[in-house]
């Protein structure tokens, strides 16, 4: 199960409906080994892609430096689907490589950039296979990269 915070819930839905009608990316990272999500990180949709996300090669290796000196993992990592449900294609199992990692969706297929129905999803994928988990949605503030 994924628990995180309202407010995180909110930024990721908030980056999704902004960078709408293109996918929108980011990490969540937490304390190594502790499986909590806490500090916001939005990244910027390299592929600029309404069907297609992929992390600018530099920023990836700067977070991942980043994360490794404040002792973090990625304990989220999410983009948005624009005109199809929230559920990973075969490219996004293809390029998961974080087992411990929790894969949020969030389509903005029905809203688009305005306020209104969304989904917002989770997921464990580990070597191909997907597996849905439930979210739990719990009070507090995220910090922000």
Do not use: W
Not at 80 to 96: K, L, M, Q, V
């Amino acid at each position: 199960m994924l628990t995180i915070t309202q407010d995180l819930h909110d930024k990721i839905v908030a980056h999704a409906r902004k960078d709408h009608p293109d996918e929108a990316c980011g990490v969540i990272a937490g304390p190594a080994g502790e499986g909590r999500p806490e500090r916001f990180i939005p990244m910027l949709n390299a592929a600029r892609s309404p069907t297609f996300y992929e992390f600018d090669s530099g920023d990836l290796l700067r977070l991942y430096r980043e994360m490794d000196d404040r002792d973090e993992e990625p304990v989220v990592i999410y983009h948005s689907h624009t005109a199809t449900e929230a559920y990973p294609s075969r490219t996004d199992i293809s390029y998961a490589n974080e087992p411990g990692a929790h894969y949020v969706l969030v389509s903005t297929a029905e809203c688009g950039n305005d306020e209104g129905p969304f989904s917002f999803r989770s997921f464990r994928i580990v070597e191909g296979e997907v597996t849905e988990e439930e979210v739990e949605i719990v009070d507090g503030q995220a910090q922000s990269a």
